[in-house]
């Protein structure tokens, strides 16, 4: 054998059966064979298990799967390239012509541009109601044969609380199914619930690190398998090496949620103290007004605090700017602490009753609590809330 031809069929190095790693190894191939061509047409026919090429599946990629489907205790779930990947392939994997979709203002922006402008093309209707209109849902239901019903909680960015449990029972009794972007709540929590699938950015709280996007939907095994067809033909596959970074960002999950929700409770009530705010958005705060219905559906309650400070736009900017060990930008649930000044999140395709419904104000900050030590994070938004004040 020529060199040129050995670096292309390298030694092969087998672990003795006996003999495992610790850590599951990368599978960082596109394809893979299988020793027959009898073999191979059996796993062609579905007939055994096994993998073939990488975008329909991959075992790094599936070990990830398995594990969100468990902690989200469903069945199965389908892994994306990113969380509006799994958005849009879950959108047109279950939706055709004439179908209508029942969706919330209070909605991640892209959802809302998914179902607004490019479901329309293809001939799929939609309501649009605010998350507290229980009643504008039953109405709609009874008006509209409906596919689907999609929701989050909390919502982005002033932690609205969705009841779970009157949404999932209206669909369910009107025939659609309940789609659930849990991203913010994590995934271990609302798994009793009976939503259909539930939608996650992995790229937030699995990953931890913000250096690696990825988005799952988890649900019954059925379900899910129904959709794996169009989701390997949709073609937004998940890289192995991020399934990888991905699954070992889980590792640290349950402590991180845990402790980035301890210091953004000490973060909320520090802001509802302070003279130059006017509202904290926290859900585990009990002056929340949906606190209530939080603490009846939720273990913790995330790392997301948003305020409406007094000072307005100009305010909310000062204060996102001074801040020091915020990083300005967008995204949540990583280790560092971020920060979103009001002129970051405007939702410009909403009508000014639309804007009322989504309650984010000219003074609207959010920020996502890192895992730097509280006492140093709160030290920084005092001295933030005093430049804010200070130059009005
Ligand atoms: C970030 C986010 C998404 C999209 O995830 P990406 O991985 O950034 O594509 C979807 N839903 C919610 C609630 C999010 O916060």
């Known amino acids: ?43 062609l026919r579905g007939e055994r298990s096994g993998f073939f090429y990488t975008r329909a599946s991959n075992p790094t990629t599936r070990q990830l799967e398995l594990l969100v489907a468990e902690l989200q205790g469903r069945e199965d779930c389908l892994v994306t390239a990113s969380g509006v990947g799994v958005i849009s392939q879950t959108l047109l994997a279950l939706t055709k012509q004439g179908d209508h979709v029942i969706c919330f203002v209070e909605t991640y922006n892209p959802t809302r541009y998914l179902i607004r402008r490019l479901l329309a093309r293809f001939g799929v209707t939609h309501t649009m109601l605010s998350i507290e209109d229980i009643a504008g849902v039953e109405k709609a239901l009874a008006a509209h044969k409906t596919r689907l019903v999609i929701f989050e909680s909390p919502t982005n960015p002033v932690t609205k609380i969705a009841d779970i449990a009157a949404l999932t029972r209206l669909a369910q009794s009107a025939g659609a199914l309940s ?50 067809t169009d989701f390997g033909t949709l073609g937004g596959t998940l890289d192995p090496h991020a399934a990888f970074l991905i699954l070992r960002g889980l590792k640290t999950y349950f402590v991180r949620y845990k402790a980035q929700c301890e210091s953004a409770m000490r973060v909320a009530q520090q802001l509802a103290a302070h003279p130059a705010v006017a509202k904290v958005h926290y859900p585990g705060l009990p002056t929340h007004p ?24 100009e305010a909310g900017g000062r204060f996102a700017g001074a801040l020091k060990l915020f990083a300005l930008t967008a995204s949540l649930g990583s280790t560092e602490s971020l920060v979103v000044a009001p002129q970051m999140m405007r939702g410009r395709d909403l009508t000014q009753d639309q804007l009322r419904i989504s309650a984010v104000t000219e003074g609207t900050v959010r920020l996502s609590i890192g895992l730097e030590d509280v006492d140093d994070l709160m030290e920084d938004v005092t001295q933030a809330l005093s430049a804010a004040a200070g130059a009005g």
């Open 179 to 228: 789609v659930m972007d849990n991203t913010f709540a994590g995934f271990h929590q609302h798994g009793e619930y009976e939503v259909d699938l539930f939608l996650h950015s992995l790229t937030k709280y699995a990953s931890g690190a913000g250096d690696v996007m990825g988005g799952a939907v988890i649900g019954r095994g059925d379900l899910i398998r129904s959709m794996r």
């Open 290 to 313: 949906q606190h209530a219905l939080a603490k009846a559906q939720m273990k913790d309650f995330g790392s997301i605090v948003s305020c409406d400070l007094k000072g307005g736009a």
């Open 1 to 43: 054998m020529k060199n040129t031809t050995r670096v292309n069929h390298p030694p092969v190095v087998e672990l003795p059966t006996d003999n495992h790693s610790v850590v599951a190894p990368i599978y960082q191939s596109v394809k893979f064979e299988f020793d027959s061509l009898d073999e191979t047409e059996k796993f």
